[in-house]
């Protein structure tokens, strides 16, 4: 695959929170964290029972899939999907501490590319990321979908509080499938306290344990809103508010900034879900997931 420069699972709620454009010519993106969703899946199998873990070696693949599959039945029609082809990335040469592969269920990491290739059979544009993140896919893609004039909306499937960064009014939008909620310019402002422009100063100073930097010591969340609305992005801040952290607080600005300069697409119409490739049919054969077929099959004769 060509690379480009996470008890039994509750439902999908993706039927109550697609949203529908008010003119159907418009067009609705969903761009999708594969590596989230793969986690989401994978774990979801694990809390119901060790057993049924044990039985889908690939099962997380088929569950994302199916995810997949049950967005295009419910109406979505332009979808990508970023993946993490490696953990590792570009930041990891800023920060030491930054997230790896280290630990890693071997479970779950033997699903990474079985996923891409799957979505791949499926028809759907899939950004596996080895120098940037699937985050940074993210980015992107939302930036560039956010620059046609024909996109009604953009939604962002992850709960990750860093692509909050990438919402813009109530045009481009986070989806937490997680909390069904749907996060728009000023969910963001009150659940974090500043506005989707200054998230990225806020995990500088706060941390990302998921991402794997600290923040700074002694920096909780509702300082950090206080003062970046004061004073605005970490750059204006007065000398003496981060004294000796500066340098400190503007590495992990960077760690927390996300890329939207990646090439992944030119028009929006090539995340227009057209139909599986003839590789399709064996994918979900080999991912233990045959129903896949019928529903595929289904989409395409509607």
């Not at 039945?73 to 970023?82: L, Y």
């Not at 990491?109 to 899939?126: D, K, R, S």
């Not at 995990?203 to 930097?213: K, Q, R, T």
Request: aromatic share 8%; hydrophobic share 45%.
């Amino acid at each position: 695959m060509p690379h480009s420069t996470g008890k039994a699972q509750a439902p999908d709620t993706a039927k109550s929170l697609i949203p529908e454009p008010p003119d159907p010519k418009r067009v609705v993106v969903h761009l999708i964290d594969g590596t989230y969703e793969l986690f989401r899946h994978f774990y979801g199998l694990r809390r119901a029972g060790e057993k049924v873990a044990a039985d889908k070696p690939m099962g997380a693949v088929a569950g994302v899939l199916g995810t997949v599959v049950q967005m295009l039945e419910q109406g979505a029609t332009h979808v990508g999907v970023a993946t993490d082809h490696v953990i590792e990335s570009f930041r990891n040469d800023l920060w030491p501490g930054y997230k790896t592969s280290e630990g890693i269920d071997p479970a779950l990491w033997a699903q990474f590319h079985p996923l891409e290739e799957a979505l791949a059979a499926m028809g759907v544009a899939t950004w596996a990321m080895v120098e940037l993140e699937a985050d940074d896919a993210l980015a992107s893609a939302a930036h560039l979908a956010g620059l046609d004039e024909g996109v009604e909306k953009v939604c962002i499937w992850t709960p990750d509080k860093d692509l909050a960064q990438c919402v813009t009014g109530t045009r481009i939008v986070q989806m937490d499938r997680r909390s069904g909620q749907i996060r728009d310019a000023d969910a963001v402002r009150a659940k974090f306290g500043v506005v989707p422009e200054h998230i990225a100063d806020y995990l500088a100073l706060v941390g990302d344990s998921a991402d794997g930097y600290p923040g700074l010591p002694g920096w909780g969340p509702k300082t950090a809103a206080r003062l970046i609305a004061r004073y605005g992005p970490l750059e204006e801040f007065p000398p003496e508010v981060l004294g000796d952290k500066r340098e400190l607080a503007l590495l992990f600005k960077s760690l927390a900034t996300l890329r939207t300069d990646a090439p992944l697409f030119q028009n929006v119409d090539e995340l227009w879900w057209r139909g599986p490739t003839s590789e399709f049919a064996a994918a979900a054969e080999r991912i233990g997931d045959p129903r896949l077929i019928a529903r595929v099959a289904k989409l395409q004769g509607s």
